[in-house]
């Protein structure tokens, strides 16, 4: 682990030097991790039967990304300023899961719920592993319209996925239609109401809660890093007791933080601390996760899962980001550039971990969820990890 870190550091101290990302750097050790662990005969983790701690695990960087996220984005909030992600987030998803949820249940045979679940599983763009494509830290002045949509995206779909989720899920136990209208109310009304509300409420009050001790010097600013784990954690935990979305509470609560006193410096402090979490976060959860990779697992999904991830990224995503912004002013290289950063990871395992835990599928199709999340998100890691630094100096030239 010592030498790992020390590889994380360098491969991060160099990485706008490289044209590749740092999680490229990672896999490489999960897969060298993994490969010693089956010489050794060793179990780290099995994707099935230790679902909840992977759930755990993920949720957690899922979290402080997303905060992170929200601290990030510093344009005012109206329809002027964030045309661009509407269509990402009312079009573009929606059509993703209808899309992999056609594809999973037509050419990969599974059930109606186990396709749905999928599709909702991958349908999310992931805010840990994209930060090369999104926004830069608070106060540096405004972003290519590109990034801002990928970081708007990344912050609000993870939290408005759950919906899908669960629709999977009692799909697949319930059956029939009775259920519906309950699913309506709680999953998607309440639970998204909620979620923004507790956040956009709960971030304001720890923004103001904490300038005022700093004004009155119980806050050093060298601790100012710590506040973004502080509050993360307390907007989520406030949410999740209320039995809302979390994840949207956490970008929301990201951005309501960063609004209170927008011109003060300790912003940028709060951030850098969430901003080191998250790409230590990211280290372990990828390493973590490619050591659980073998050569029967990835033999799961078959030809036809492993299918689904040149499809998603090559066609799915484009092809909806296309349609989505037909009307729009964005110009056509942005939205290929759009198009093709849909970058999946964490935020997939942590639902396919949560689909896997509810127990409503049968283990043969759990096993082909799990894997074939591993196979779109290590794809996505090479494909997007070697291409988005020189497609991102493109488009910003």
């Given at each position: 682990?010592?030498?790992?870190?020390?590889?994380?550091?360098?491969?991060?101290?160099?990485?706008?030097?490289?044209?590749?990302?740092?999680?490229?750097?990672?896999?490489?050790?999960?897969?060298?991790?993994?490969?010693?662990?089956?010489?050794?005969?060793?179990?780290?983790?099995?994707?099935?039967?230790?679902?909840?701690?992977?759930?755990?695990?993920?949720?957690?960087?899922?979290?402080?990304?997303?905060?992170?996220?929200?601290?990030?984005?510093?344009?005012?909030?109206?329809?002027?300023?964030?045309r661009s992600t509407v269509p990402l987030i009312a079009i573009v998803m929606p059509l993703t899961i209808g899309a992999v949820a056609l594809f999973a249940s037509t050419v990969m045979g599974l059930s109606l719920g186990a396709a749905v679940a999928?599709?909702?599983?991958?349908?999310?763009?992931?805010?840990?592993?994209?930060?090369?494509?999104?926004?830069?830290?608070?106060?540096?002045?405004?972003?290519?319209?590109?990034?801002?949509?990928?970081?708007?995206?990344?912050?609000?779909?993870?939290?408005?996925?759950?919906?899908?989720?669960?629709?999977?899920?009692?799909?697949?136990?319930?059956?029939?239609?009775?259920?519906?209208?309950?699913?309506?109310?709680?999953?998607?009304?309440?639970?998204?109401?909620?979620?923004?509300?507790?956040?956009?409420?709960?971030?304001?009050?720890?923004?103001?809660?904490?300038?005022?001790?700093?004004?009155?010097?119980?806050?050093?600013?060298?601790?100012?890093?710590?506040?973004?784990?502080?509050?993360?954690?307390?907007?989520?935990?406030?949410?999740?007791?209320?039995?809302?979305?979390?994840?949207?509470?956490?970008?929301?609560?990201?951005?309501?933080?960063?609004?209170?006193?927008?011109?003060?410096?300790?912003?940028?402090?709060?951030?850098?601390?969430?901003?080191?979490?998250?790409?230590?976060?990211?280290?372990?959860?990828?390493?973590?996760?490619?050591?659980?990779?073998?050569?029967?697992?990835?033999?799961?999904?078959?030809?036809?899962?492993?299918?689904?991830?040149?499809?998603?990224?090559?066609?799915?995503?484009?092809?909806?980001?296309?349609?989505?912004?037909?009307?729009?002013?964005?110009?056509?290289?942005?939205?290929?550039?759009?198009?093709?950063?849909?970058?999946?990871?964490?935020?997939?395992?942590?639902?396919?971990?949560?689909?896997?835990?509810?127990?409503?599928?049968?283990?043969?199709?759990?096993?082909?969820?799990?894997?074939?999340?591993?196979?779109?998100?290590?794809?996505?890691?090479?494909?997007?990890?070697?291409?988005?630094?020189?497609?991102?100096?493109?488009?910003?030239?």
């Amino acid at each position: 682990m010592g030498v790992v870190l020390f590889a994380a550091v360098a491969a991060l101290s160099r990485q706008h030097e490289r044209a590749f990302t740092a999680a490229v750097v990672y896999l490489a050790f999960g897969a060298l991790a993994s490969l010693g662990l089956q010489l050794l005969g060793v179990d780290l983790l099995d994707p099935i039967e230790d679902a909840d701690l992977i759930e755990r695990l993920s949720e957690f960087a899922v979290i402080v990304a997303l905060f992170s996220a929200g601290l990030r984005l510093d344009r005012p909030l109206g329809w002027t300023q964030w045309r661009s992600t509407v269509p990402l987030i009312a079009i573009v998803m929606p059509l993703t899961i209808g899309a992999v949820a056609l594809f999973a249940s037509t050419v990969m045979g599974l059930s109606l719920g186990a396709a749905v679940a999928l599709g909702a599983v991958l349908a999310p763009t992931d805010p840990v592993l994209a930060s090369d494509v999104q926004v830069g830290p608070p106060g540096e002045g405004d972003e290519p319209e590109t990034h801002f949509a990928l970081t708007s995206e990344a912050g609000l779909n993870d939290g408005l996925a759950f919906p899908f989720v669960f629709l999977g899920v009692f799909i697949a136990v319930e059956g029939g239609t009775g259920w519906i209208a309950e699913w309506v109310v709680a999953d998607v009304v309440y639970a998204i109401a909620a979620g923004v509300g507790i956040g956009s409420g709960a971030g304001w009050m720890l923004a103001a809660a904490a300038s005022r001790l700093r004004r009155r010097g119980w806050l050093l600013a060298e601790f100012d890093g710590w506040l973004a784990i502080a509050a993360v954690l307390a907007v989520y935990g406030l949410t999740e007791l209320a039995g809302a979305y979390g994840f949207l509470a956490a970008f929301t609560g990201g951005l309501a933080f960063r609004r209170h006193e927008r011109r003060a410096e300790h912003h940028d402090r709060v951030h850098r601390g969430a901003e080191q979490a998250e790409k230590l976060l990211e280290l372990a959860l990828v390493l973590v996760l490619g050591s659980t990779v073998t050569i029967a697992g990835l033999g799961e999904p078959g030809l036809s899962g492993w299918l689904l991830a040149p499809v998603l990224l090559l066609l799915i995503r484009p092809a909806a980001v296309m349609l989505a912004f037909a009307r729009s002013g964005v110009g056509l290289p942005e939205r290929a550039f759009i198009g093709w950063f849909g970058i999946r990871g964490i935020g997939s395992f942590y639902y396919a971990a949560v689909v896997i835990g509810s127990g409503a599928l049968a283990a043969g199709e759990a096993a082909v969820v799990y894997w074939t999340v591993i196979v779109c998100a290590g794809v996505s890691i090479v494909a997007h990890g070697v291409t988005s630094t020189p497609f991102a100096r493109r488009v910003s030239s």
